[in-house]
Each structure stands twice: as structure tokens, then as C-alpha cells.
T-cell receptor
Framework: EAQVTQNPRYLITVTGKKLTVTCSQN?????MSWYRQDPGLGLRQIYY???????DKGDVPEGYKVSRKEKRNFPLILESPSPNQTSLYFC?????????????FGDGTRLSIL | GEDVEQSLFLSVREGDSSVINCTYT??????LYWYKQEPGAGLQLLTY?????DMKQDQRLTVLLNKKDKHLSLRIADTQTGDSAIYFC???????????FGQGTELSVKP
């Protein structure tokens, strides 16, 4: 089954403790992206990747890192999480780089930073 | 910059039609999308429309696009309780591949 898988689905942690949210897709998609969803703001893009070893900042990249060593994986790293990063995070992927193919989303990761 | 606006809430009775509206600012957008988010779940692509189209119909869903007014709407016919969810309108940024989302409209369907 074609899917985007995120782990963990839920995490409660404390300020400053490094964490990684994994994202994996099995559709051989070139493009992958991370968004955060906050009430009243919709989804905002954090980082994206057009292909392996190519990553770029989205609209709200501060406090986050990503890597794209393999086509299927695109982990999101919070080196020193802070409470304002408490949010619902979505990973997405699509084929074709900047083309118009629709993005496929994971089920989300709810992070709470205390 | 680009911006997408939606009203936050809509309440309808089961069996009625629902119309969710969206306005956008980037006139160069080529594709506009509607996503559905059920509680605790990710975003599910419902439908999308190419900018050279005025209307697209897919079973109970009808998308209308008014390019002059930069207005997009999603009509759900015969709304069911299972349609209760948050609906997001999104346009594709033409420089990168990112989607620019509206705030989401929470649809509540009452029996």
C-alpha cells in the first residue's frame, strides 16, 4: 500500500532534549516536505527536499533541521526543542519535483514540548 | 506574499448541501486543491482543479473556480455525518513545490 509513515505519532518531552521525527515513503517520490499545523494558521511548510541531498527552507525553518540521505526517508530534527514547537507535524511526498502532482500526507505527529 | 483565506466554521444539517469557500491571492497558481482532515488523521486529498477550468465534479463533490475573483468553492451534496471534518483549501507555490494552505474550515454535520 502506498503510504507516508511518520514516527512517533505522539511525543511529550521537555525543553532542550533533542528529538527526531522520522518520515518514510514507499512511492519512490522525489519531493518530500515537512509542515506544522497550528490552530487558526493552517499548515505552514518547515523544510522541503526536491531530491536526495537537496534540502531547502520553507516558511518556518527556525529551530529545525532535516536531512535527505536516501530517497525514501526525510527525518525532522529538533536539536533543542522549545515550547513554541508544540504542534502537529505532517510529512508529505509527491512525485515530480516542483510539478503539480498532489502531495500525499502522513497521519501526523503530535509533539508537546514542556 | 501568497495568502489563502477560509472561514473557520460551517454547520449544516444532514442531507443539506454544504458550500465551503476559499479565496487566494496568487493569480499565477496553476492548481488548487481541497484536502479533508478527519479527527486524529492526516490530510486526505479530496479533489483538485486546474486553473483553466471553471468547474469540476466528482460524485457528491463540485469545485467551482472563479479566476477573476480568485475564489474557489467546494460543494458537498447530500452532506452526511461522515463528512464532518476540517477542509483545507490549498494553492501550489509556483517557485517551489510547497502548498499554501488556508486556515481550514471545520464542517459540522448535525443529524
Amino acid at each position: 500500500e502506498a503510504q507516508v509513515t511518520q514516527n512517533p505519532r505522539y511525543l511529550i518531552t521537555v525543553t532542550g532534549k533533542k528529538l527526531t521525527v522520522t518520515c518514510s515513503q514507499n512511492m519512490n517520490h522525489e519531493y518530500m516536505s515537512w509542515y506544522r499545523q497550528d490552530p487558526g494558521l493552517g499548515l505552514r511548510q518547515i523544510y522541503y527536499s526536491m531530491n536526495v541531498e537537496v534540502t531547502d527552507k520553507g516558511d518556518v525553518p527556525e529551530g529545525y533541521k532535516v536531512s535527505r540521505k536516501e530517497k525514501r526517508n526525510f527525518p525532522l530534527i529538533l536539536e533543542s526543542p522549545s515550547p513554541n514547537q508544540t504542534s502537529l507535524y505532517f510529512c508529505a511526498s509527491k512525485s515530480g519535483g516542483v510539478g503539480n502532482q498532489p502531495q500525499h500526507f502522513g497521519d501526523g505527529t503530535r509533539l508537546s514540548i514542556l | 506574499g501568497e495568502d489563502v483565506e477560509q472561514s473557520l466554521f460551517l454547520s449544516v444539517r444532514e442531507g443539506d448541501s454544504s458550500v465551503i469557500n476559499c479565496t487566494y491571492t496568487d493569480s499565477s497558481s496553476t492548481y488548487l486543491y481541497w484536502y479533508k482532515q478527519e479527527p486524529g488523521a492526516g490530510l486526505q486529498l479530496l479533489t483538485y482543479i486546474f486553473s483553466n477550468m471553471d468547474m469540476k465534479q466528482d460524485q457528491r463533490l463540485t469545485v467551482l473556480l472563479n479566476k477573476k475573483d480568485k475564489h474557489l468553492s467546494l460543494r458537498i451534496a447530500d452532506t452526511q455525518t461522515g463528512d464532518s471534518a476540517i477542509y483545507f483549501c490549498a494553492e501550489k507555490d509556483n517557485q517551489g513545490g510547497k502548498l499554501i494552505f488556508g486556515q481550514g474550515t471545520e464542517l459540522s454535520v448535525k443529524p
